[in-house]
């Protein structure tokens, strides 16, 4: 998070910019915090890095229903690979 933050910092005085990150930096907190700080500023930054093949995304879990169990977290699983090779077009 302290690269983000880092970043933004920098991102202030250049302006818009790319910041380019390897793989080790890409972080479920780094994310939440790059968002945060798109949200409450002015300036952008916007990050490119390398993700595995392996990573997936989740969509929102589905509406809770009544009944006995624990609300789900997630959704649907989607594989990044074949999304992107799915919506190449």
């Known amino acids: 998070m302290q690269m983000i933050d880092q970043g933004f910092a920098t991102a202030k005085t250049f302006g818009n910019t790319l910041l380019l990150l390897d793989r080790y930096f890409l972080s479920i907190p ?3 915090r790059l968002n945060e700080l798109h949200q409450s ?22 509406a809770k229903k009544k009944g006995r169990g624990r609300p789900r977290k997630k959704g649907k699983a989607i594989k990044l690979m074949t999304l992107f090779s799915t919506h190449a077009d």
């Open 30 to 32: 780094a994310l939440k």
């Open 41 to 62: 500023e002015e300036t952008q930054m916007h990050l490119v890095t390398k993700a595995k093949k392996s990573a997936v995304a989740y969509e929102h879990p589905p």
